[in-house]
């Protein structure tokens, strides 16, 4: 079945060094890519997404590249702040459906 | 954005009793819901999706008479733990799509975090 794989699952970073998150996905009809930050005991929320269409998309420190022909994306935190630190999930879903793979997420630590 | 909220936020309840749960998109109409269970520092587990007015499509693996779903409207889903047993104790959290918009983002309730005893 689909599935997506994330890694690391542990990620620790001093603060103000960039962080980075990796995605592979499995199902190649997937085209939309969001990944989701929850921090302990809160909902996910969505902090940045990309379409297939599309290879980069930023927003302030936070970007996301795709590689649709490898089935791979990332997630960049760049400057991070002790605040970033939560788990993060990528996912991927075929539009045509309606099913969201998850990523098993990363524990990102951010030492101040 | 769109928001969805869930209910009870926490439940502690004893082994043998059922435990209902409520997913309710506020201010958007949403005919399928998706309902997650998360262990502590764990991923999330997809356990079924919600279909309005029909049957929930259960994952493999998740037993769909201890976890009954019922999508009665376009703003509401529950899911019953059924003779809830210490082992079921776990985070639930519910999610959504605004099917009405253009955007594919789920929104997720805050969760409900349920104790068996």
């Known amino acids: 079945g689909e599935n997506v794989e994330q890694h690391p699952s542990t990620l620790s970073v001093q603060e103000g060094d960039s962080a980075v998150i990796k995605c592979t996905y499995s199902?190649?009809?997937?085209?939309?890519f969001p990944w989701y930050k929850q921090e302990l005991g809160k909902r996910p929320q969505l902090i940045i997404d990309?379409?297939?269409?599309?290879g980069e998309k930023k927003d302030q420190r936070i970007a996301v590249t795709l590689n649709k022909t490898a089935k791979h994306f990332s997630l960049h935190i760049t400057e991070t702040q002790p605040e970033d630190s939560a788990v993060y999930f990528c996912?991927?879903?075929?539009?045509?459906?309606?099913?969201?793979?998850f990523g098993a997420g990363t524990r990102l630590f951010v030492k101040a | 954005g769109a928001v969805v909220s869930q209910h009870p936020s926490w439940v502690i309840c004893k082994s043998g009793t059922s435990v209902k749960i409520e997913c309710r998109s506020l201010d958007f109409q949403a005919t399928t819901m998706f309902w997650y269970r998360q262990f502590p520092k764990k991923s999330l587990m997809l356990m079924a999706t919600?279909?309005?007015?029909?049957?929930?499509?259960?994952e493999q693996g998740v037993e769909k008479d201890k976890f009954l779903i019922n999508h009665a409207s376009l703003t509401l889903s529950t899911l019953t733990v059924t003779s809830a047993h210490p082992e079921d104790s776990s985070f639930y959290i519910c999610s959504a799509r605004d099917e009405g918009s253009a955007v594919y983002e789920q929104y997720f309730g805050p969760g409900t975090r349920l104790t068996v005893t």
């Open positions: 919600s279909n309005e007015g029909s049957k929930a499509t259960y």
């Open positions: 990309i379409r297939s269409n599309v």
């Open positions: 199902d190649s009809a997937s085209n939309y």
């Open positions: 996912a991927a879903l075929n539009t045509g459906g309606f099913k969201t793979i």
